[in-house]
């Protein structure tokens, strides 16, 4: 009889403090605070996955995409002497202090969460020990995807593609407005006199390029095709410029440099001078092909063009 009772009773107890069990588990659950929100994101580098800040506060960019970062709204501490010398970004840049990938003391000061780069900058271990690195290679990926990767990387990828999808279309509008006025065929070159060297360039090596020749599809001289569009760039000399001079010359000029090939013959014969067709431009303020420099190329671009 014993040995009867022995077994339900058992399986009474079993089922007593499987209960109790349920009865902790239920209420440990319902007064358990909610999941924190992860305060970091995975973002998928060149050189594979790497934690970065979801909420990045203090940026430090040491090349070129300093106008990415500050069009999605997020702060810079440090920046490259190129940005910093940008008037266009003057206003927006004045609390960020000028760094290289060798002021590792000076990056370390001040205290960054993200430090962004181009994939040939220096001590990129060093600097992956102050804050998470991310570098991206030039001209990898085409300009527009690379800012969508930008804002891939700060977490704000809605807010960039809206950016692109916008741009895009103001560009080519303006484009077809363009080849309306001037002609389909009349050609459009970017020069640019940099220390004492006078450069043409392709369609993807800012100064404009990508919105003249990539969205505005505006004609590009034969010569810049064969010497510049592999590269991107090309270096001449002043008696071979009318031979890269469109009917139309965008020219990147810096005040700092000398400019006296203005004042040849050479210069004042070609006919988009003589035409009173070129454009001058700050080339400090036109070098990027950031968001923010964009949208001040492409209004230049249809007040040149347009009158507007």
């Known amino acids: 009889m014993k040995k009867q009772l022995l077994i339900p009773l058992t399986l009474l107890l079993l089922l007593i403090i499987s209960a109790c069990g349920n009865n902790s588990a239920e209420k440990e659950g319902s007064s358990a605070p909610e999941e924190k929100k992860s305060e970091t994101i995975t973002y998928q580098s060149e050189n594979g996955p790497i934690e970065v800040p979801a909420d990045p506060q203090r940026v430090v960019v040491l090349s070129s995409f300093a106008g990415n970062v500050m069009a999605l709204d997020v702060n810079l501490v440090g920046v490259d002497s190129w940005s910093k010398a940008n008037p266009h970004f003057e206003e927006k840049l004045k609390d960020a202090e000028v760094v290289t990938d060798e002021s590792l003391e000076k990056i370390i000061e001040l205290e960054p969460d993200l430090i962004i780069g181009l994939s040939n900058i220096k001590n990129v271990d060093k600097l992956s020990e102050i804050a998470p690195t991310v570098t991206f290679t030039y001209g990898k990926v085409d300009y527009l995807t690379q800012h969508l990767e930008i804002g891939k990387l700060l977490n704000k990828e809605e807010e960039a593609q809206a950016w ?145």
């Open 164 to 308: 692109i999808d916008d741009f895009k279309k103001r560009a080519q509008e303006a484009g077809q407005e363009i080849k309306a006025k001037i002609g389909e065929d009349t050609t459009v070159s970017v020069i640019e006199n940099w220390d004492k060297q006078l450069y043409v360039y392709g369609d993807n090596w800012g100064r404009g390029t990508e919105i003249l020749y990539q969205e505005m599809k505006l004609a590009m001289p034969e010569k810049v095709k064969e010497m510049a569009l592999k590269d991107g760039w090309y270096a001449l000399s002043l008696e071979v410029l009318p031979e890269f001079a469109g009917d139309y010359v965008i020219l990147s000029k810096d005040a700092d440099t000398d400019n006296s090939f203005q004042e040849t013959e050479t210069y004042k014969n070609i006919p988009a001078v003589k035409n009173n067709q070129v454009f001058e431009v700050n080339a400090k303020e036109f070098y990027f092909n950031d968001p923010l420099t964009l949208d001040y190329q492409l209004d230049f671009f249809i007040n040149s063009f347009l009158g507007k």
